[in-house]
């Protein structure tokens, strides 16, 4: 082997672990605010769940609203790539719909609380604004696929977010069934 193959491949083993510490530091952020909310973010308290340095964290992250910016997007992602899946796959799109609603806001209350929370801090935080809006955008993409009634698509983007809500903090059922039930009548009326 030579030196060009033996720095190309210390240089890919860097970047993969500075990529898996990056994502263990996403993560102890969501669990920092599920645990403490949002209020308790900090470099501290997430480099102490992530297991590493303050200083690491303020590398990967140099201020709280990159690390929040972070996590928020690592959860915008993962509804993101699950709504694209509804929409590309044939079938009824509101019932992939429903059974998304219940699954985030359903079993593992806490960390779909802490996403909620993190996405209500975005009306405090211009910085995460744009990907707290990600949702919403996401199921207007999906609406469309339903109607082309303005009225409609907001009546679905308004009943999906109420119902999460809902949910979360009422707890309200996440039943897929009676979900269903409340967005066909959104699109509906």
Known sequence: MDDTTDDSEHVDGRRARGEKRRAEIIEATLAVVT???????????????????????????????DLLVAALTSV????????????????????????????????????ALAER????????RPALRPVARRWRE????????LTDDPAAIAALVAASDGLCTAILLD??????DHIQAVLQRAVRN
């Open 76 to 111: 915008a992602d993962a509804y993101t790539a699950r709504i694209r899946d509804i929409i590309d796959t044939p079938g009824d799109k509101l019932t992939g719909l429903a059974h998304l609603i219940a699954e985030s806001a359903g079993p593992g209350r806490e960390r």
């Open 138 to 145: 996401n199921i207007a993409e999906l609406a469309t696929t």
């Open 35 to 65: 645990r403490d909310g949002a209020a308790g973010v900090t470099h501290r308290t997430v480099a102490k769940q992530a297991g590493t340095t303050t200083s690491l964290s303020t590398y990967y992250f140099a201020t709280l609203d």
């Open 117 to 124: 929370e993190l996405a209500t801090l975005a009306a405090r």
């Open 171 to 176: 707890n309200a059922p996440a039943d897929p």
